[in-house]
């Protein structure tokens, strides 16, 4: 069993910048890759960003275009802990923001939130204007 517990969420105007923790227990040994999702009122889940957690080949991230150039995902190993650095924070970043593992090897990282097994309760970020 695996559990995840994020935290760093809060509220923060435009502009601004914030960095959400995913702290993994359990079984992480199997996981691949963590995602960070999000969903803000009246809206799907989507995907936000993706890292890898084994160090075969080194690390690889993935983006969804929204945030690119705005988020930086990362790692470290020793804490097992995923981290989101949040910068340059919009409005429409508001969502309740969550964090995922994916146990299976794939060919590249996925952003289909239903490809994710293990699932945190979401921590919540609201940027005003």
């Known amino acids: 069993q695996v559990q995840l517990v994020e935290s760093g969420g809060g509220l923060v105007q435009a502009g601004d910048s914030l960095r959400l923790s995913c702290a993994a227990s359990?079984?992480?040994?199997?996981?691949?890759?963590i995602g960070w999702f999000r969903q803000g009122p009246g809206k799907e889940r989507e995907f936000v960003a993706a890292?890898?957690?084994?160090?075969?080949?080194?690390?690889?991230?993935y983006y969804a275009d929204s945030v690119k150039g705005r988020f930086t995902i990362s790692r470290d190993n020793a804490k097992n802990t995923v981290y989101l650095q949040m910068n340059s924070l919009k409005p429409e970043d508001t969502a309740a923001y969550s964090c995922?593992?994916?146990?299976?090897?794939?060919?590249?990282?996925?952003?289909?939130?239903?490809?994710?097994?293990?699932w945190g309760q979401g921590t919540q970020v609201t940027v005003s204007s």
């Open positions: 995922a593992l994916d146990l299976v090897w794939r060919p590249t990282m996925s952003a289909v939130s239903g490809n994710y097994k293990y």
């Open positions: 359990g079984r992480t040994t199997s996981s691949y890759v």
């Open positions: 890292i890898n957690v084994r160090n075969w080949n080194g690390i690889s991230t």
